[in-house]
């Protein structure tokens, strides 16, 4: 009878344990699918990433992530589940866009670098006051936490606050981007109306009639892969150029390391062409071709030239150097493009008026923005535009870049 007794009393206790075990979970489900802490559990474990904490409850398991990378997820599931059960999910959390690095308009980083960019960025307290520098870049992690990176005074603002940075940390943000560049945009992606400021800020040399925008690029280009350089690099590089009517011909030059020049021409944006098309050059051999500028009587023409005289014995095509593109000798040439620094004055529903003491623009520029409502009466603002002024009051200008200024 005592053995009975004691077997009735272990399977009451067994059935309440069960019982509330189901309650708990049951609380701490609901809990955890609404995105709170479950409170029938006990902290078992912290790990080393950020502050992800392990509860085991009545025969269940919840694990609180906190990682570094921006994973904050509540998963809850058996005794067996494991923190790298989760691994897919916290590896393709992070999504990174990078606005403004050196005239790259927009770059967007995912997986592994994008990681490894967030951790960088979630590691530091942003605590400091505010110095005086340029905005060089902005960085978005998920669309929530926004980075702006002053490269002139090493430091990185978030929230109006910001931390200094080694220039270790600022070299290993760079190389992740710039290994994310993808420079050769495809010409089909390039929209039919291609504005100019857009070109400018995309990256491209861009040619009008009495100017050159991002020359340093074409400098670069030709650094890169002319045959002085011992260490031909492959590169790419676009030109713009704007017909009077403001239509856009483009033209892509890419060099490839051991092979040598591809040449393509698109004319198609060219409403009053006579033939339009997109033309490709591909049999341009590095052994017998470089490139450099050549300056005749009004223009300086971008040519790839003959290395020297070829063996047309050997070679039974005839090779002949080819201009590439060609602006005036009287263009006003940029390495980027033409700023100005000023004040906001006013506040309007699509633009700011900026006062400045630029003499070729007057004491008030109209400027257009994404969002007036982001600035306010006296922020200082760096201003970066084509060089076209309209002659009213207050000026109007084309912009390309604004960006929030501290002295």
């Known amino acids: 009878m005592k053995m009975r007794k004691g077997i009735k009393v272990a399977l009451i206790i067994l059935g309440v344990i069960i019982i509330l075990g189901l309650i708990f979970f049951a609380i701490d489900y609901n809990r955890v699918k609404n995105g709170e ?21 009545l025969g269940y398991k919840v694990i609180d992530f906190n990682r570094l990378d921006g994973y904050d997820e509540v998963k809850i599931g058996t005794w067996s589940m494991k923190y790298e059960d989760f691994e897919n999910e916290y590896n393709a959390n992070a999504n990174v866009i990078v606005n403004g690095y050196d005239n ?7 997986g592994e670098d994008a990681i490894i960019i967030k951790q960088i960025l979630n590691e530091f307290t942003y605590n400091g006051e505010l110095c005086d520098g340029i905005y060089s870049y902005e960085i978005t992690i998920n669309d929530e936490e926004h980075y702006k ?21 600022l070299e ?18 390039i929209p039919q109306d ?11 040399v861009v040619m009008s009639n009495n100017a050159v925008f991002n020359k340093g690029m074409l400098d670069s280009f030709i650094d890169n892969t002319n045959v002085n350089n011992k260490d031909r690099k492959s590169d790419f590089i676009r030109f713009v150029q704007y017909t009077i009517e403001g239509d856009a011909i483009i033209t892509d030059l890419e060099y490839k390391a051991g092979l040598g020049y591809i040449l ?21 051999p590095l052994k017998f071709y470089t490139i450099d500028l ?22 039974k095509k005839e090779y002949e150097p080819i201009t590439v593109v060609s602006y005036s000798k009287d263009s006003v040439t940029y390495d980027t493009a033409p700023s100005f620094i000023g004040e906001v004055t006013e506040i309007n529903d699509k633009t700011i008026i900026v006062k400045t003491e630029e003499k070729n623009l007057g004491d008030a520029v109209s400027v257009k923005v994404d969002n007036p409502k982001e600035y306010s009466i006296g922020n200082q ?3 970066i535009y084509t060089g076209t002024v309209l002659d009213t009051y207050p000026c109007q200008i084309y912009e390309i870049e604004v960006n929030k200024y501290q002295k």
């Open 37 to 57: 802490k479950p409170i029938f559990c006990i902290n078992t474990a912290t790990a080393n990433d950020g502050g992800t904490k392990e509860y085991l409850g």
């Open 194 to 204: 291609y504005p100019m400021n857009q070109a400018i800020k995309d990256g491209c």
């Open 381 to 383: 603002v760096e201003v």
């Open 104 to 110: 790259i308009p927009s770059i967007t980083i995912t």
């Open 264 to 284: 393509t021409t698109d004319n198609t944006r060219d409403a009053f062409g006579a033939d339009t098309k997109v033309i490709n050059n591909n049999d341009i």
């Open 149 to 169: 990176v002053k490269r002139d005074c090493m430091a990185i603002e978030r929230e109006n606050k910001q931390t200094k940075i080694t220039k270790i940390v």
């Open 172 to 189: 290993s943000i760079e190389n992740i981007i710039e290994n994310n560049i993808d420079e050769k945009k495809q010409l089909e992606e």
């Open 294 to 315: 050549v300056q005749n009587k009004d223009f300086i023409d971008i040519v790839l030239l003959l290395t020297g005289e070829i063996d047309y014995e050997s070679n």
